[in-house]
Structures are given as structure tokens and as C-alpha cells.
T-cell receptor, first 112, second 115 residues
Framework: KQEVTQIPAALSVPEGENLVLNCSFT??????LQWFRQDPGKGLTSLLL?????REQTSGRLNASLDKSSGRSTLYIAASQPGDSATYLC???????????FGQGTRLTINP | NAGVTQTPKFRILKIGQSMTLQCTQD?????MYWYRQDPGMGLKLIYY???????DKGEVPNGYNVSRSTTEDFPLRLELAAPSQTSVYFC??????????????FGEGSRLTVL
């Protein structure tokens, strides 16, 4: 059974720092991995989607990497800003599965 | 480009009442999902559908029903509302992996309170 873990559950850093959020999964047979952002009281916004054949994806200050063999993905945020404060969730779509498996998320706070 | 649209955004129900949360998507996605998210908690899958006329249970289906008569619409029915169903409900959709890239898109959520 696929399990997805995000550690730490919460992270607080000063503005301007580069930071890394972690996502680990137990079964490397995945179709893709997706990173989401959720602001308090809001829905989930897709940030980056990495297919199983890809190693990384980039969008602006965000870079997501995927290492299937080690069951890990990282979301790198460069030059963090207070507006980056949110909960970040990762989800994997196992191969052949109709449902995604979500991590519990990392609540990120960027302090001015 | 509307994406995934959920209505209503907010609703207060009395115990024992019933209601339907509406979800529609305009991306011609095969897969649609209903999740619930309790305060400070992760997402739990209620029901999902892989195409019109096909639905299946997720982790927490008790107290809910769904139907999928069209590709676009996937309503969630709450029968005999209970306080335990107080939550935020999210609808999501994606292409079947292989038909598309499998990216999942979410609606903005429906906040339901049962008193």
C-alpha cells in the first residue's frame, strides 16, 4: 500500500531564505507526483506536476525534483517571501491506480 | 476557463436535513473525486468516478451518495446530515492517465456546517 509522508509538519523561516520541503513515498511504482499549495480557508492550487519519467520541473521560484528509486521528492523555494506562507501538499498517483495518495502537508510560515 | 466549479460555497444544515453539493468541470475529464477536509487535517476521499455511470467508494463513504450521469457533473448527496459531516468538501477532476498527464484540479471547496 502506497504511503506518502511529509516532514516536517510545520516550518518557519525568515524571509529571503531558500528552503526545501520534503515528500517521501513507499512504493516507487508511480505514474506522477504533484505538489499543491493550500492557503488557509481556500482550495488546493496545483504548483508542479512531475511525470514518473521526469527528474524535475520548474515554475518561477519553485523547483520540484523526483527520485523514484529512493522514493523522494523535494520542493525547492528560492528567495522565500511572506506570500509563500501556506500549507504545501504532495500527492502521488500510483501506476494503474485511479486514486491519488496525499501526504499530510507541511505548513510553511515565512517571517518578514 | 472555469475549471472545477462547486456550489454552494457555504451552507448551514440542521441535523437530519439533506442536501446536494454540486460539482461541474468543463475540461472533459474522465476522473472526478470528492474529498472532505476536517480542520487541521488531511484530505479524505469520499467517492470517485472514472466516467459517466461509474462510481466507487473511497475511504469515508458512509452518509453520502453520488451519481455521475454526465461527464461534466458529479453531485454529492448528504442524507440525514449529522454534526460529524461538518467539514470542507472539495471536488477534483483529472484526465485518465495516458489520455492526459493526469494532473488533478480542485474546486474552491464547499464549507458545510451541521448544527
Amino acid at each position: 500500500k502506497q504511503e506518502v509522508t511529509q516532514i516536517p509538519a510545520a516550518l518557519s523561516v525568515p524571509e529571503g531564505e531558500n528552503l526545501v520541503l520534503n515528500c517521501s513515498f513507499t512504493d516507487s511504482a508511480i505514474y506522477n507526483l504533484q505538489w499543491f499549495r493550500q492557503d488557509p480557508g481556500k482550495g488546493l492550487t496545483s504548483l508542479l506536476l512531475i511525470q514518473s519519467s521526469q527528474r524535475e520541473q520548474t515554475s518561477g521560484r519553485l523547483n520540484a525534483s523526483l527520485d523514484k528509486s529512493s522514493g523522494r521528492s523535494t520542493l525547492y523555494i528560492a528567495a522565500s517571501q511572506p506570500g509563500d506562507s501556506a500549507t504545501y501538499l504532495c500527492a502521488v498517483r500510483p501506476q494503474g491506480a485511479q486514486k491519488l495518495v496525499f501526504g499530510q502537508g507541511t505548513r510553511l510560515t515565512i517571517n518578514p | 476557463n472555469a475549471g472545477v466549479t462547486q456550489t454552494p460555497k457555504f451552507r448551514i444544515l440542521k441535523i437530519g436535513q439533506s442536501m446536494t453539493l454540486q460539482c461541474t468541470q468543463d475540461m472533459n475529464h474522465n476522473y472526478m473525486y470528492w474529498y472532505r477536509q476536517d480542520p487541521g487535517m488531511g484530505l479524505k476521499l469520499i467517492y470517485y468516478s472514472v466516467g459517466a455511470g461509474i462510481t466507487d467508494k473511497g475511504e469515508v463513504p458512509n452518509g453520502y451518495n453520488v451519481s455521475r450521469s454526465t461527464t461534466e457533473d458529479f453531485p454529492l448527496r448528504l442524507e440525514l446530515a449529522a454534526p460529524s459531516q461538518t467539514s470542507v468538501y472539495f471536488c477534483a477532476s483529472s484526465f485518465y492517465p495516458g489520455q492526459g498527464d493526469g494532473e488533478l484540479f480542485f474546486g474552491e471547496g464547499s464549507r458545510l456546517t451541521v448544527l
